[in-house]
């Protein structure tokens, strides 16, 4: 079994300034992958970043970088820079690397509103 | 744009009334997810297909659900006898990684009953 925490359910950041979403996660399996999506207040889920669990070197996408310390089980996520489009929700979410069918595992959100 | 479109976004149907949503990948993916989130929660897995084949299938997936991919492509999630429990987004995600499972999600279709 599986399980995420997002132990932050809401945020205020300044515009331009970093913001640092907390994850951390528990599971038994070896090998997983962990996301970050957004979803703005339109719905939609919007895939971020992802770490596998092997990768030595910490992900990052643009604005997006991951924090992964495995040893921790936490997976936080920094937004550098943050932009009033910015605000929404972000989930952070796992999966068990299998040969098939990799379900995701959610935490239950993070709500950021970007300040101008 | 992820490549999932659905239909329809927004369904409001009275208690006891069958709903039915669709899930268009715009090219084909072997697998296809169906997801449910309550208001306030972090999405939850009901099921997915490898294909056209339902491989597995999650315990809220209650006897009133059905979900099917008849030729591997397109998805549909029926409910029958619908509840005021019901009420949820419906998200459908397809994989699009090589190494990693990684999914993307269509818009979602919200489903109010009243």
């Known amino acids: 079994a599986q399980k995420i925490t997002q132990t932050q359910p809401g945020m205020f950041v300044q515009e331009k300034e970093a913001v640092t979403l907390d994850c951390t996660y528990d599971?038994?399996?070896?090998?997983?992958?962990l996301f970050w999506y957004k979803q703005p207040s339109s719905g939609e889920m919007i895939f971020l970043i992802y770490q596998g669990s092997y990768d030595e070197q910490n992900a990052t996408e643009g604005r997006y970088s991951l924090n992964f310390q495995k040893a921790r089980k936490s997976a936080n996520l920094v937004i550098s820079a943050s932009q009033l489009g910015d605000s929404a929700m972000y989930f952070c979410?796992?999966?068990?690397?299998?040969?098939?069918?990799?379900?995701?595992?959610f935490g239950g959100g993070t709500r950021v509103l970007v300040k101008p | 744009d992820t490549g999932v479109s659905q239909d329809p976004r927004h369904k409001i149907t009275k208690r006891g009334q069958n709903v039915t949503f669709r899930c268009d990948p715009i090219s084909e993916h072997n697998r296809l997810y169906w997801y449910r989130q309550t208001l306030g929660q972090g999405p939850e897995f009901l099921t997915y297909f490898q294909n056209e084949a339902q491989l597995e299938k999650s315990r809220l997936l209650s006897d009133r659900f059905s979900a099917e991919r008849p030729k591997g492509s397109f998805s549909t999630l029926e409910i029958q006898r619908t509840e005021q429990g019901d009420s949820a987004m419906y998200l459908c995600?397809?994989?699009?990684?090589?190494?990693?499972?990684?999914?993307?999600f269509g818009p979602g279709t919200r489903l109010t009953v009243l």
């Open positions: 995600a397809i994989n699009q990684g090589l190494a990693v499972d990684e999914q993307f």
């Open positions: 599971t038994s399996d070896q090998s997983y992958g």
């Open positions: 979410a796992m999966i068990a690397i299998k040969a098939a069918g990799n379900k995701l595992t």
